[in-house]
């Protein structure tokens, strides 16, 4: 796969950040605002119009069951490389470094002003450092991922695509859109399977999930693992696969949504007072180094 791309192929947006952004035009107000429909999905106001529709186009054309399947057994061996956590944020640093000089917050202040915010609203510990660690699998980026493998709206594979995935009509390119196999309803799934059972696009989500599995409470594993699933904590488009677990789990994705979303502040948090807080607070869930 990696050697039939371009660089364009592979790194459509100027910055991963733009994906980001382009949540905030189409989600411009919480999940609770009373705010119409129709005022999300501006992108004909969007200046990154053009390239997150690429990015898009390419995410909706090659993410294929077969696709995640083989990510996950490159992938979920964790063989890449040993870090300590404060290694693993120093090696995403290099995201802003080498692909968007005009931002001036580097990773680990953009991850702060998410826990930030938690903790300023007196959630427990475990909910704070997961605000903090949410976005670390974009490493992926950084052992040679291309962008729409590592970031955007996730979905299930294996099923039909919902028409309420952003830009769905991309699907048509993807060979699972035309596999017996796949473009049924619940495709290889039984109704109201779980989640657990049903295998989502490949990305930083699920990547991180798995590492983490052993050491976070069940909640944040859920915020972890579907803070990108847009299709149903803000559309609704696969409660057919969901159980009543996963309803009840999915109280708190949509809880920590506004974090991930609205928490930019004009002024970024002061990194290094603040090291020796998160410091204790890494040490006390995670071990001293972590395979990736």
């Known amino acids: 796969?990696?050697?039939?791309?371009?660089?364009?192929?592979?790194?459509?947006?100027?910055?991963?950040?733009?994906?980001?952004?382009?949540?905030?035009i189409r989600y411009p107000e919480p999940k609770s605002s009373n705010k119409s429909r129709s005022a999300y999905r501006n992108y004909e106001n969007s200046a990154r119009t053009k390239t997150i529709r690429e990015f898009y186009r390419l995410n909706h054309t090659y993410q294929t069951y077969d696709f995640v399947v083989g990510k996950e057994k490159e992938y979920l061996q964790f063989n890449k490389r040993e870090m300590s956590f404060w290694e693993a944020i120093d090696f995403l640093n290099k995201l802003v470094d080498d692909s968007d000089p005009d931002t001036s917050l580097d990773q680990l202040q953009h991850l702060l002003q998410t826990s930030e915010a938690i903790r300023a609203d007196g959630h427990p510990d475990w909910f704070v450092l997961t605000g903090f660690m949410h976005d670390m699998g974009k490493v992926l980026c950084l052992f040679g991922e291309p962008q729409w493998a590592v970031v955007g709206d996730?979905?299930?594979v294996g099923c039909q695509h919902s028409e309420k995935i952003v830009y769905s009509e991309f699907f048509q390119d993807n060979p699972d859109y035309h596999d017996d196999r796949f473009n049924s309803k619940y495709g290889i799934y039984q109704p109201n399977c779980g989640l657990d059972h049903v295998k989502m696009s490949w990305g930083h989500d699920e990547y991180l999930y798995q590492m983490m599995k052993d050491y976070l409470p069940e909640p944040a594993l859920y915020m972890i693992r579907y803070h990108s699933f847009y299709?149903?904590?803000?559309?609704?488009?696969?409660?057919?696969?969901?159980?009543?677990?996963?309803?009840?789990?999915?109280?708190?994705?949509?809880k920590f949504n506004p974090y991930d979303l609205y928490s930019k502040v004009p002024v970024p948090p002061d990194a290094k007072a603040l090291r020796p807080y998160y410091e204790d607070l890494v040490a006390k869930f995670l071990p001293e180094t972590l395979k990736f």
């Open 1 to 24: 796969m990696k050697s039939s791309l371009s660089e364009k192929d592979t790194a459509p947006l100027k910055s991963m950040e733009d994906w980001e952004e382009d949540l905030i």
């Open 154 to 156: 996730t979905f299930p």
């Open 231 to 254: 299709p149903q904590h803000r559309e609704n488009a696969y409660d057919h696969l969901m159980n009543d677990h996963d309803r009840k789990m999915f109280k708190w994705v949509d």
